[in-house]
């Protein structure tokens, strides 16, 4: 029997990927904020949350700007070689940009950012693969704190509970999570559901550039800085035009 012509298949979460036209505007945006700050460090995030990195720019945002991307078109954007770079000692700084890592451009003095960077952090729940850095026990009695509608999921995350007379109960003590252990997707689950924060959201500068001082080292890696990026050239077009790779993202404004 024929297929019918409208019988098609119609995806509704399909969007339109980032392409070179986007990627070129974000390696623009980049170059415009290396004219503007005095100020660049890149920054490595410990515990990455969201919510915590939006509040950051907000708070910063009259005098500086905080970009988060994909690493090898933030290279782009600061040059990869000496021969790309906009100003002497940049390409450094691009060398630095591998892992969980971001920019950030600011008019602040570089011993007053990283004063900051050593002193700010901020506590957050943590989630499954952490390490656990003490041992949570509950211990046996009414969860008064909960609604009667929630012991079935408490139940399916492997805590020992019933209702009695309505209020959700644990009847037997239970230990959610260990010191030094790997946490599960439950464990981490019900750390939240009690308040047991565990993670520790940081930023620590890695490496800065002034246009007063130039690139400055901060945290020793080891790198060669006399060599160049490997293929840096070659792969800049390559970069630049695969729309199939990790998508870039930038700041949220």
């Known amino acids: 029997m024929p297929r019918s012509k409208r019988d098609k298949k119609v995806s509704l979460t399909k969007t339109d990927r980032k392409g070179l036209a986007w990627k070129q505007r974000f390696v623009d945006d980049i170059r415009f904020c290396v004219g503007k700050y005095p100020n660049i460090f890149v920054f490595q995030v410990q515990n990455m949350r969201n919510s915590i990195l939006k ?8 005098n500086s700007r905080i970009i988060f991307g994909k690493n090898r078109v933030m290279q782009i954007g600061l040059g990869r070689t000496k021969s ?27 011993e007053e950012v990283l004063e900051w960077a050593e002193n700010y952090w901020a506590v957050e729940y943590a989630r499954s693969g952490f ?5 949570v026990t509950l211990p ?6 909960f609604a009667h509608s929630m012991e079935p999921h408490l139940r ?3 805590m020992p509970t019933k209702l009695e007379k309505g209020i959700v109960t ?5 230990t959610v999570c260990e010191e030094g252990k790997v946490l599960t997707p439950e464990q981490a689950r019900i750390l939240k559901l009690v308040g047991k924060p565990m993670a520790k959201f940081r930023m620590t500068m890695r490496c800065s550039w002034t246009k007063s001082d130039g690139f400055q080292l901060h945290v020793e890696d080891g790198i060669n800085d006399e060599t ?20 870039v993202e930038d700041e949220a404004e």
Do not use: C
Request: net charge negative; no cysteine.
């Open 131 to 135: 390490i656990a850095t003490e041992t």
């Open 228 to 247: 160049q990026v490997d293929s840096a050239v070659e792969e800049d077009a390559e970069d630049m035009e695969d729309d199939d790779d990790e998508e």
């Open 140 to 145: 046996a009695g009414p969860l008064e704190d």
């Open 156 to 158: 399916s995350l492997g």
């Open 84 to 110: 790309e770079e906009m100003e002497a000692g940049l390409h450094k700084l691009a060398k630095r940009l591998n892992g969980q890592v971001g920019l950030l451009f600011t008019e602040k003095s570089k």
């Open 55 to 62: 509040d950051l720019r907000q708070e910063w945002k009259n």
């Open 170 to 174: 644990i009847y037997s003590d239970y």
